[in-house]
């Protein structure tokens, strides 16, 4: 509870919705992409790679009609999905493979355990840029 306070004390009342509506929906798409991944890298057989980027793309489908039209409360504009699927990309590229990678070969985690706390973390660091995106793109589309 120590955390969820911290949190109020930095963002206004509308942003801590956001916050929370944010957190619901990353872990229902959390959900989704760690069923896919496992699904297809331990009942398929699929390589990590294929199931990682399977289960990344369907929920970040889900992820961006829920993010624009429920947590943030906005339209669909040009902006914002350029903004958001450019963030996740830039999360899926660089901050996942770069943490999976890393707790794999460089700590000998288990996939099983490393994939999920891989999600966790990169999902803090897309809310704070996909929350830039929006509000920019809320900006422009206003002019």
């Known amino acids: ?7 109020k004390e930095l963002l206004s009342k509308k942003e ?3 916050f929370i509506r944010f957190c619901i929906v990353g872990l229902f798409c959390f959900l989704i992409d760690n069923t896919i991944f496992i699904l297809m890298r331990e009942q398929f057989g699929f390589s990590r790679d294929v199931s990682h980027a399977s289960g990344f ?6 992820n961006y009609l829920l993010t624009i039209y429920w947590t943030f409360r906005t339209k669909y504009s040009v902006q914002n999905i350029v903004g958001v699927v450019g963030a996740h990309m830039f999360n899926f590229i660089v901050v996942r493979r770069g943490l999976l990678s890393l707790f794999t070969v460089q700590f000998g985690m288990n996939e099983t355990f490393a994939y999920p706390t891989m999600v966790l973390i990169s999902a803090v660091i897309n ?4 929350r830039t995106v929006v509000k920019y793109s809320k900006k422009k589309t206003n002019q």
């Open 16 to 18: 801590t919705q956001q």
């Open 57 to 62: 793309l369907i929920s970040l489908s889900i």
């Open 1 to 7: 509870m120590l955390i969820i306070e911290k949190i």
């Open 127 to 130: 809310y704070l840029i996909i």
